[in-house]
């Protein structure tokens, strides 16, 4: 039987894009036939379960008995694949709750597949982030993911300075999400649907939408360019799963 | 026919006649279908606009709006033909948007048949655009248009490759008569009571080019 596998999005800075990248995640998986299930830690709200009812639920990743909601059921559940979308501010403060209750030990002795993507916005800031979360990382496959979906550009970097903190943490992978027409980016949004959903035309039900097929288009486009890292990086192979051939891609 | 024509009628030049053709394919589909719809998809001169009010409506992809409004009306599958003059400014922004929506297979799976009609020229870029342009649109439906008046002699040998459409060159006293805004090639046709004048089997010739293109299409039809 494979691993569980729990994949911890998040960033300390806000609006850098952590819940689009936790829905395109659940769309790869869905569309590689991997179970899968998210907890929402943006509590009350729930961004995340907006777009993915069925398989998000709102957690409080300080509260102990939401932490052991998630962790005490990783071996209990089918899915084979827990994303967790760590709302801003806490990824630090989580990761070091992970390793208060002995989960990174479990991580590095291998009964547990563990994987961080960090979402970096443009700014400094994000840099000490990874210097800071870097502390955490034995035993977990790190994920820096420049998000350009709002069209980020990576200005107060310097390539060399950023270089010199990617360089701290070792195997860290960088992975790119390139950016989405905004008006594409809006009406998902606004249909409150996956991605998935909304290249198939479909609403939350699976009842026929009317989304325009331009932004369609636009979206089952790009969602193609991030799955396709997403294959690069091997992120089925987390769930000892290979990657299928799917639909809603050009 | 069983799928939707989608006529673009392209060029990265200006001045090589896509209005022109855009107004002759027009004028003979109204003739023949009785309805057809045209964007003229030139903002900063409109054209095809001018010529043919009745039917044309303004369209452009500037921006995400522009492009809704138009592809989301090219995709579908309603039996009026469509007519779309290409302004050169648009050309690379329309292909490059059409490649990314893929629209190409889209439209297949639609039952819309989308043609590209390709003004040839004899400069580089041209020659460059129509080889960019047949790794996205299948051999058989991108055609390209030999305008004797632009072309001049025998036809670039990267325009070599799929169907090829040849437009006579017509003397100026008549290219200026044609070029006239009230000009209608299918008034023409009906009024002008000598068949044998030049101006007539001109636009005959190039309506029955038009016939023998539509039917190419339906028997490709799947």
Known sequence: ?250 | MSRTPVYIICSPRPLVGKTLVARLLGEFLLLKDGAVNAFDVNLKEPALLDYLPGITETAEVDDTYGKMALMDRLIVHDGITKVIDLGFHAYDEFFKMSDEIGFMKEAARRGVAPVVLFLADTDRVSARSHATLRQQVPATALVTIDNEYVVRGELPEAFSHGPVLRIAALPVFLKTYIDRLTFSFTDYLRHEKDQSTELHQWIRRNYLSFRELEQSLILREP
């Open chain 1, 1 to 250: 039987m494979a691993k569980p596998v729990v994949i911890v999005v998040g960033a300390d800075k806000g609006g850098v894009g952590k819940t689009t990248v936790s829905r395109t995640v659940l769309d790869y998986f869905n569309a590689n036939n991997v179970p899968t299930r998210a907890f929402d830690t943006e509590s009350p709200r729930g961004t995340l379960k907006r777009f993915h009812p069925e398989i998000t639920e709102i957690v409080d990743m300080t509260s102990t008995s939401d932490q052991m909601k998630i962790f005490d059921t990783l071996n209990a559940v089918v899915p084979s694949v827990t994303v967790i979308d760590v709302r801003a501010g806490l990824l630090s403060p989580s990761l070091a709750s992970l390793r208060d209750i002995g989960f990174l030990d479990a991580a590095k002795s291998g009964q547990i597949t563990f994987a961080v993507f960090h979402i970096l916005g443009p700014s400094i800031a994000s840099l000490d982030e990874i210097a800071e979360t870097a502390n955490f990382m034995q035993g977990a496959k790190y994920f820096l993911v420049k998000n350009f979906i709002n069209n980020t550009s990576f200005f107060e970097w310097d390539q060399a300075t950023y270089n010199s903190y990617f360089h701290r943490i070792k195997d860290a992978t960088e992975i790119t999400i390139p950016k989405l027409n905004e008006m594409a980016y809006e009406q998902v949004e606004v249909a409150s649907v996956p991605f998935l959903k909304f290249v198939a035309n479909k609403g939350m039900n699976e009842d026929a939408a009317n989304y325009s097929f331009v932004l369609r288009g636009y979206v089952r486009h790009w969602l193609a360019n991030v799955w396709s890292e997403f294959d690069r990086i091997k992120l089925t192979d987390l769930a000892g799963s290979k990657p299928s051939g799917r639909g809603g891609e050009k």
